[in-house]
């Protein structure tokens, strides 16, 4: 429904409103309200937007004192008795403007990025401030494989403003069936390369920094210790302990996922609240599982479990929702069933217990009693 | 009391190949005795030499971890789901060999 709104002109502009200050008009919306502000003073439209009709930079808009990119952009709502202000940004709050609110720490979105971000900034629970929230975030995805893969593609559309890729494999042509961020020809090249080119194409606002190497006792606490959530796509055991300990040691949201043939689970580890170690105390002995070369597994499976990983990072940074913390997501794709069970911290547990005896990383080759192959 | 126990994918083969067991019992170790029994070997996969369940394996009672209950006295009742859940490394291709 139409609501009457005010819209305060900023000083500068005020030549084009015939030196009103304020104007009446009926929208829906800021988008709205500015389009109709145009039609009724024509020169005001070349003043506001640019030639692809996007509103411009240096054009600074409120409603009711808030900053519409810390709303939901163009497309915030307005009701009844709202005031929107438009302030070229040239003019300050010197004229008698609203002063702009304090600001966080945050980016400024573009134009452009208010058009690509806009199904996200429209949803209240989101808005600029979120999105802005996530273009200053970091995430390190551990593989570029079968659930790193959805998972870097999500998070980079989403605008995850920096995505670390730990990897030191190369494309290899079975990955292809499920590792959707590589390509054909990209065979034999090294994975996190592969994924840097991928991400650029999808979303240039995103930044990968590629770890060409495999995460060890030696490097993992300096390379975790600059992200803000750590998304665990290893599939092998011993780098699943190491990066456990690391993010507990470091305190860091780990979002970790396993996937077997068609069947996987997914869940969230937040710091003080358990560690994969206080649901899987010890790996199985060597042999007791057989790997997914051997035993296969159905692509698809990696995608909807690593785009569930995604889902659960950016509901993370975004401080959205209830997150799998606490509860064990377990998947049968085949039956199509999806439980929950409870997952408890251990107060026993030697990393993340009352008492640790493990203090700091191990030797987690030795731990698993085998080599550390791979982590895609 | 029957209940249900959910075998998960990597130890079907052992029970002949079912994703899904009815089971009676009146415990959760009585369970396992008599899915033993049924499918010699599945006790040894799941319990270590102490008969505690390994430390790679969970086991559910609905929604709940028996080691939080009583363990393998943890009494089941009619309707139950008994779930075994073993660590798994996959994502991708190289995992334990």
């Not at chain 1, 309200?33 to 054009?59: H, I, K, M, N, T």
């Not at chain 1, 959530?229 to 996922?257: E, H, I, M, Q, W």
């Amino acid at each position: 429904m139409k609501m009457p709104v005010r819209v305060y002109i900023g000083t500068p502009l005020r030549r084009f409103t015939g030196n009103l200050a304020r104007v009446e008009v009926e929208a829906r919306d800021v988008a709205e309200a500015l389009d109709r502000l145009s039609a009724r003073f024509p020169g005001l439209r070349a003043e506001l937007f640019d030639e692809a009709g996007q509103l411009r930079r240096y054009v600074n808009v409120y409603v009711n004192n808030q900053e519409i990119e810390d709303l939901a952009g163009p497309n915030t709502q307005v009701r009844d008795g709202d005031e929107i202000a438009v302030v070229p940004a040239l003019a300050g709050g010197a004229d008698g403007a609203p002063a702009a609110p304090a600001r966080e720490k945050l980016v400024r979105l573009t134009p452009e990025q208010v058009i690509r971000y806009s199904r996200h900034m429209i949803m209240p629970e989101i808005g600029g401030t979120g999105q802005r929230k996530l273009l200053s975030s970091s995430v390190l995805v551990i593989g570029a494989g079968g659930l790193g893969a959805p998972a870097i593609l999500y998070l980079a559309a989403a605008g995850v403003g920096r995505i670390g890729v730990v990897d030191f494999d190369v494309v290899d042509l079975s990955n292809l069936q499920r590792q959707v961020i590589h390509t054909t020809d990209a065979i034999g090249r090294p994975k996190v390369e592969s994924a840097r080119d991928t991400v650029r194409r999808i979303n240039p606002d995103v930044e990968v920094v590629p770890y060409n190497t495999a995460l060890t006792s030696a490097n993992a606490l300096d390379i975790i210790k600059d992200y803000d959530v750590v998304l665990n796509g290893s599939d092998n055991f011993p780098t699943r302990y190491l990066v456990n300990d690391a993010c507990v040691f470091l305190r860091k949201p780990l979002v970790d996922a396993s996937v077997f043939k068609f069947d996987a689970q997914v869940t969230v580890f937040l710091p003080g609240q358990g560690c994969y170690r206080c649901l899987y105390p010890a790996p199985p002995p060597p042999g007791a599982v057989p790997n997914c070369a051997e035993a296969g597994v159905f692509g698809v499976v990696t995608g909807l479990v690593g785009a569930i990983q995604a889902t659960e990072v950016i509901k993370l940074i975004l401080e959205l929702g209830e997150s799998l913390a606490g509860r064990l997501l377990l998947i049968d794709t085949l039956a199509m069933d999806f439980r929950t069970v409870k997952l408890r911290r251990n107060p026993n547990c030697p990393v993340c217990g009352d008492n640790p005896t493990i203090t700091q990383l191990i030797d987690y080759e030795a731990f698993c009693g085998v080599p550390v192959l791979a982590q895609s | 009391m029957a209940v249900e126990v959910r075998v998960p994918a990597i130890l079907q083969s052992v029970v002949g190949g079912q994703k899904v067991l009815r089971v009676e019992g009146r415990t959760v170790g009585e369970i396992l005795d008599r899915l033993d029994q049924e499918f010699p070997g599945v006790k040894k996969l799941l319990l270590d030499e102490d008969g505690q369940v390994r430390r790679h394996i969970n086991i559910y009672l609905n929604d709940e971890d028996i080691r939080f209950l009583q363990r393998l006295e943890t009494p089941a009742r009619d309707g139950d789901i008994i779930s075994i859940l073993p660590a798994l490394a996959g994502g991708g291709i190289h995992a334990l060999r």
